[in-house]
């Protein structure tokens, strides 16, 4: 599913930057949903505050979960043909990262993804 669209806005003060990005994701199949992952790094000082999810008409806040929860809760939404998202952050080469994945977008669908 190929990346559509980013828009950052980025906004300095008094010494700390905020960095929204809003991602959109469109599954351009036109027989099958998908699930495509999405991986972007961290720096040591970085906190990511939220994660909202568009899908169609569909609006999805994140909520901090156990990580095994979290990934049940995902499968389980794929499971029964809902669309879903699920991030986690992990060290990949010694670099931390959050790795998202947004799964079950049907043929057309779109995914805003903001973060």
Known sequence: MPLKAVK????LDSG?????????????????PIETTFEFPLED????????????????????KEKETAK???????????AAVFAEKKVV??????????GNLKPGQTAVINI
């Open 93 to 102: 080469q010694s670099q931390e990262v959050v790795v998202m994945s947004v």
């Open 8 to 11: 950052a806005t980025v906004v």
């Open 72 to 82: 049940n809760d995902y499968n389980d939404a794929l499971a029964a043909g809902n």
């Open 45 to 64: 000082s970085t906190v990511l505050s939220k994660l909202v999810a568009t899908i169609d008409d569909r609006v999805v806040v994140a909520v901090v």
């Open 16 to 32: 700390i930057t905020k960095l929204d990005l809003e991602l959109t994701y469109t599954n351009l199949d036109e027989k099958s």
